[in-house]
């Protein structure tokens, strides 16, 4: 029988992911003012098409900065994708959950290694993450920090190679 699984959760924004939206929007105020300007200066009502494309411009950057991550794991395969805006998704890795080394929940006891690619896919709220080190070939030694719902968890457990399941229980 399989063994399937699949989350998914929003990334909250962060003070980066306002700043960004703040400044899109003085962007967008600024030259929609300075179009509406070229009207009253020219008479070429041609500008306020220019106007439309600014504000649909600010409206698709905006909502650009939306992020969800899929998490989807069958028969011990993890599948990890990033979801931006609900409009284009990215694939960000593959991985085997047998050949994970290291899998936890992320607390302030697991080390810190700079040397990891850091594959970062949480919800961006601090609770509830974990954590899966690996050695991948397109990455090398590799960090996953993720947000798992109970049922990935489970289907990431039946998994694990047997050092890791003891640790776990």
Do not use: W
Request: charged share 25%.
């Amino acid at each position: 029988m399989d063994n399937f699984a699949e989350y998914m959760v929003k990334k909250r924004p962060d003070s980066r992911d306002n700043a960004k939206r703040a400044g899109i929007i003085a962007l967008a105020v600024v030259l929609c003012a300075a179009s509406v300007f070229l009207v009253f200066v020219t008479h070429i009502p041609f500008i306020l098409l220019i106007t439309c494309a600014i504000i649909y411009g600010a409206y698709f950057l905006i909502t650009g900065t939306s992020v969800e991550y899929e998490y989807a794991v069958t028969n011990g395969e993890m599948d990890v994708d990033k979801i931006i805006a609900r409009r284009k998704r990215v694939h960000l890795i593959t991985v085997q959950t047998a050949d994970f080394e290291a899998f936890g929940p992320l607390t302030d006891d697991v080390p810190d290694d700079d040397s990891r690619t850091l594959v970062l896919c949480a919800d961006n709220t601090g609770e509830g993450e974990y954590y899966a080190d690996l050695t991948t070939e397109d990455y090398g030694e590799t960090r996953i920090i993720f947000t798992p719902n109970q049922a990935v968890l489970e289907a990431i457990q039946a998994a694990l190679p047997r050092k890791l399941r003891r640790t776990q229980q």
